[in-house]
């Protein structure tokens, strides 16, 4: 019997094609919500779940920061997807006659460039790969969808352009979703690590300063950092955050221990291995920056 991970979308989406790269072995499981993968996972008929949380484009997944902490699961690993789109249409169909193109809210925003040029009317759809399947059950030649490679022959439709992301680095970071379980320990972990955690202040000031503090005293790079308020009376505001390192290395030890002086309450979602593509990464900014600088 196959291992299963869920993912939120449709068979040919982005999360599909990244639980196939990261996981080949295991059976991927489609699911509407983001609530229903980590459901899956939370009543043990999935083992994991991959969850798409920030785009190098649009910026961050909207409902994840919420989700992830209500969902008593952990971070156990993350993932780097290329995010490439075609234009497709029925069998056929011609852009001189196109009107309109479909597609997750995201992807639309990635494609903005084609969308003008061809005069399209953007619609808003749940899911890539769904869009693509829409246009097929449609069988209009006047609707068009952005949808991963792949799509095409999946739904029995054409590719009318190719590649038509606005930025050819278009990036999406997912990570990777377990069941509660013990933190691997430093020595478990081999090559660089990231921790990330969630911290909630009070609406008071130099909260956040103070907070911080720790990290930049010790040296510990953090690399990402959200804030969202909590609740409906706008006066408390719970940030999430990406740090290089294990807890258990000492200056990442330290900066906890301070961070927990100036927070009212401090959650781990989960340290685990950090992804290749941060090195890639980090070495093409390093090459973009001029000498002396």
Known sequence: MSQKIAYQGEPGSNSNIACTEKYPHMESVPCARFEDALALVASGEAELAMIPIENSLAGRVAD???LLPQSDLQI???????????????????????????????????CRGITTKLGLIPVVTGDTAGSAREIKEW???TKLSFAPPGAAELYGLQALARGVEDDQSNTTRFVVLAGQRAFPDREELSGDV?????FRVNNIPSALYKA???????GVNMVRLESYMVGAGFAATQFMVDIEGHPQDEPVRLALEELSFFTSEVTMLGV????PHRKLADASNRELVPAGI
């Open 64 to 66: 994840i920061h919420t």
């Open 76 to 110: 156990i690993d993350e993932h780097f997807l290329r995010i490439r789109f075609d234009l497709l249409g029925i069998p056929g169909a011609i852009l001189e006659d196109a009107r309109e193109v479909y597609s997750h809210v995201h992807a639309l925003g990635q």
């Open 139 to 141: 069988n209009d030649p």
């Open 194 to 198: 990231m921790t990330s955690l969630i």
């Open 212 to 218: 911080l503090g720790g990290f930049a005293t010790n």
């Open 272 to 275: 685990y291995p950090a992804h």
